[in-house]
């Protein structure tokens, strides 16, 4: 199995950045699709971004794009989330997580390991 431990959020200013990793061990994430997910109080898990084994193909949530990157480095098998213009809407807990396969998914069920997660709060 694959864990996967979030880092890097916190609370920020509307308009402010951070930088979300995904730090997984136990298998090499070379060939697993990586996502993140957000979810917010009273709301549906929502997709926010996907990226290809080697992170040629990314997409993301229309909400999200522009202002939000997902890389990965799988030599550190590590993935992360830049979001840049964060507005107050961002607030939530965002999930990383993997699926063994090749396409590019936007369901939580499509995906097979979670993180716990780490709070974005992003003040006004």
């Known amino acids: 199995q694959v864990q996967l431990v979030e880092s890097g959020g916190g609370l920020v200013q509307a308009g402010g950045s951070l930088r979300l990793s995904c730090a997984a061990s136990g298998r090499t994430i070379s060939n697993y699709v990586m996502g993140w997910f957000r979810q917010a109080p009273g709301k549906e898990r929502e997709f926010v971004a996907a990226i290809s084994w080697k992170g040629g193909i990314t997409y993301y949530v229309d909400s999200v794009k522009g202002r939000t990157t997902i890389s990965r480095d799988n030599a550190k098998n590590t993935v992360y989330l830049q979001m840049n213009s964060l507005k107050p809407e961002d607030t939530a807990v965002y999930y990383c997580?993997?699926?063994?396969?090749?396409?590019?998914?936007?369901?939580?069920?499509?995906?097979?390991?979670w993180g716990q997660g780490t709070q974005v709060t992003v003040s006004s």
């Open positions: 997580a993997a699926r063994g396969g090749v396409r590019l998914m936007t369901g939580a069920t499509d995906y097979d390991y």
